[in-house]
């Protein structure tokens, strides 16, 4: 009992030095995210280091999500489907999930055009409209959620999406980059604005589709 005493006064000796320490690093990490934003030439150094600095990394992040999507389908195959499928049916309900889905849509479509200029980006615009097509989905039959998905061939513009962002990729690592621009303008920052954009259109289908998936087979999400 008597050593309990001296991990509690060196757990707080520790605490009181975090606070009254200055960061030695803080500089340091300024330079860095200024360096970033100088050499991708946008604003959001987030961006700056997954679609540039951390690219190799991000293609296959884009891979294992296509992987996971592709083996949810799998994996649910041999399954019967669910008979039933649940989803709101009174008129609140109904409207609010519509109006969330609006909104989600307009943010989604707005960190995709300019994730590369405040922060957000390409994940969170594709995380973004599946918000809102989940919550369309919650709110209206499969039957219309899955035609609407095959009419605007989403599977295939999915695949498109994955093939044309590992194109790019693989063009910018051999060290092929388009023109920066202006630091802060719509149209900088070379190539990243359209990866970014590419992922999330990827993002946002891909969670449409394993949505159809698990509404089809375990009849709610």
């Known amino acids: 009992m008597k050593w309990k005493w001296v991990y509690v006064v060196a757990g707080i000796a520790l605490f009181v030095k975090m606070l009254i320490e200055v960061n030695p ?21 987030v961006s700056g280091i997954i679609f540039r600095n951390r690219l190799y990394d991000t293609i296959f992040e884009v891979v294992v999500f296509t992987i996971a999507i592709m083996g949810a389908s799998f994996l649910l195959a041999n399954e019967r489907p669910f008979c039933t499928i649940y989803h709101f049916t009174d ?5 609010l999930a519509r ?15 300019r994730g590369h200029l405040s922060p957000g980006g390409g994940f969170a615009a594709g995380v973004a409209g599946g ?35 590992i194109i790019l990729s693989v063009i910018t690592l051999w060290g092929f980059e388009l023109p920066q621009g202006q630091l802060g303008a719509l149209f900088s920052g070379g190539i990243l ?29």
């Open 25 to 45: 690093e803080s500089e340091l990490s300024m330079s860095i995210v200024q360096a970033v934003v100088q050499d991708s030439g946008v604003p959001n150094a």
């Open 91 to 95: 008129r609140p309900s109904i409207i």
């Open 99 to 113: 109006l969330g889905a609006t909104i989600s849509a307009l943010v989604g479509i707005e960190l995709g055009i």
């Open 131 to 165: 918000t809102a097509i989940g919550l369309v989905a919650i709110t209206a039959s499969s039957e219309w959620m899955q035609a609407i998905y095959k009419r605007w061939h989403a599977s295939k513009w999915e695949k498109v999406s994955v093939l044309v962002f």
């Open 193 to 221: 604005p359209l990866l970014n954009f590419l992922v999330a259109i990827k993002v946002a289908l891909g969670s449409w589709a394993v949505l159809l998936v698990f509404i089809h087979y375990r009849g709610l999400l």
